[in-house]
């Protein structure tokens, strides 16, 4: 009988474990946006069933990115409360990074996420514009575009030369041609290391 209890309870483990659901994420998207980052990271992780919403940091959803192409935010910045958050995601792009940088909503929330041991995730030159200057990278190893590395030194964190850096909570990458390593990262950090090469295997990317 006790045996049987013991299995029993181990079946209902295992079941959770691979039914288990990744909680919601949010990525920002200011106006010059880096577009590849944005949308591939999105796809992405949606294709790995987690969920994400795609943030505006403007008044209207209608994002002009980097490149000049319109993409289409789900929600406003005002609309959202990002205390449920499992990672909030910062992309790169100028002057995208720069008016992510200079948004003190997005600031207040990146920070309130860092201080709960939140996770965050940033590519190009989100790790050096947005992140460092806000203490975020203080003692950790990270990367960013090239020859934005003396940011984050600057803010006390240590630049990595790396397509894609992990330290702990923080993921960062360099930038669009790193895209999907860096959606890789988030998804193996959320629902394991299968379940990121099943995702990046689908979209043929190595």
Same mark, same amino acid.
């Given at each position: 009988?006790?045996?049987?209890?013991?299995?029993?309870?181990?079946?209902?483990?295992?079941?959770?474990?691979?039914?288990?659901?990744?909680?919601? /994420?949010?990525?920002?998207?200011?106006?010059?946006?880096?577009?590849?980052?944005?949308?591939?990271?999105?796809?992405?992780?949606?294709?790995?069933?987690?969920?994400?919403?795609?943030?505006?940091?403007?008044?209207?959803?209608?994002?002009?990115?980097?490149?000049?192409?319109?993409?289409?935010?789900?929600?406003?910045?005002?609309?959202?409360?990002?205390?449920?958050?499992?990672?909030?995601?910062?992309?790169?792009?100028?002057?995208?990074?720069?008016?992510?940088?200079?948004?003190?909503?997005?600031?207040?929330?990146?920070?309130?996420?860092?201080?709960?041991?939140?996770?965050?995730?940033?590519?190009?030159?989100?790790?050096?514009?947005?992140?460092?200057?806000?203490?975020?990278?203080?003692?950790?190893?990270?990367?960013?575009?090239?020859?934005?590395?003396?940011?984050?030194?600057?803010?006390?964190?240590?630049?990595?030369?790396?397509?894609?850096?992990?330290?702990?909570?923080?993921?960062?990458?360099?930038?669009?041609?790193?895209?999907?390593?860096?959606?890789?990262?988030?998804? /193996?950090?959320?629902?394991?290391?299968?379940?990121?090469?099943?995702?990046? /295997? /689908?979209?043929?990317?190595?």
């Amino acid at each position: 009988m006790i045996y049987m209890k013991r299995f029993a309870v181990l079946a209902l483990l295992l079941i959770g474990f691979m039914t288990m659901k990744a909680r919601q /994420s949010y990525i920002f998207l200011a106006p010059g946006v880096e577009e590849i980052e944005a949308m591939a990271t999105i796809d992405a992780l949606r294709r790995a069933d987690i969920p994400v919403v795609a943030v505006a940091v403007d008044t209207t959803l209608l994002i002009k990115g980097a490149t000049g192409q319109t993409v289409v935010a789900d929600s406003l910045l005002s609309d959202i409360d990002a205390g449920d958050a499992d990672w909030l995601i910062v992309p790169g792009g100028v002057p995208g990074a720069p008016n992510l940088h200079a948004s003190e909503a997005v600031s207040d929330m990146l920070r309130a996420h860092s201080a709960k041991g939140g996770r965050i995730a940033s590519i190009c030159a989100g790790p050096a514009i947005v992140l460092a200057p806000l203490g975020i990278l203080k003692g950790k190893e990270a990367t960013c575009y090239p020859g934005l590395g003396d940011k984050i030194k600057a803010g006390r964190g240590t630049y990595i030369k790396e397509p894609v850096v992990i330290d702990g909570n923080i993921i960062t990458s360099e930038g669009p041609g790193t895209t999907l390593k860096f959606a890789g990262a988030i998804i /193996s950090a959320t629902l394991g290391r299968q379940k990121a090469d099943e995702t990046l /295997s /689908s979209m043929l990317a190595d």
